[in-house]
């Protein structure tokens, strides 16, 4: 399988590669906006950690885009059980893709589109029953060319939680 340019090749991500995983994590939100260039050194730091549990535990399966010996994009999916639901009469798994980032230097050249059609065969075969993302603004033209749609889903942040003493409505 490769939908990638030529001098360009897949790896799948191994228990070696947390650390790698954990830059691109922190890379990407500093880059969207979210976190500010003197968190993402501490932002490595604690996602190395649950990355390396995730993948101890098999529930990231990912790859990672190599130029030579340079890895240059990746991306992954964090892997959870999913409970029956309307139509889906089992127990399920549901497979969410994250971390998809390219090197800016590499960007515009199908990388990313490489990935996202790499772990999307991957979770075809595995017969994954519901595949979700989150996507950034420059990320959404890319997921919805592949036939992802918004969804309903809603975001209460512990910023904003109410008090418990609050009547609830």
Known sequence: MSNLPSGYAFRPVT?????????????MFLGMGRI????????????????????????Y???????????????????????????T???????HIINI?????HRRRGLARGVMLYLLEWLHAEKFDRITLT????????YASLGFTPTNDMEL????WPSRSEPQA
């Open 157 to 160: 942040l512990p910023a904003v």
């Open 15 to 27: 228990a070696a590669d947390a650390e790698i995983l954990a830059h691109h994590r922190a890379v």
């Open 135 to 142: 996507a950034s603004n420059e990320g959404r033209p890319l």
């Open 61 to 87: 399966a990912g790859v990672l885009v190599l130029q030579g010996d340079e890895i240059v994009c990746g991306g992954g999916i964090q892997i959870y059980e999913l409970a029956p639901l309307p139509g």
């Open 36 to 59: 500010p260039e003197s968190d993402v050194a501490a932002f490595v730091q604690v996602s190395i950690p649950w990355f390396q549990s995730l993948l101890d535990q098999q529930l």
């Open 101 to 105: 980032y390219t090197e800016p230097e």
């Open 89 to 95: 009469f089992h127990i399920g798994r549901w497979g």
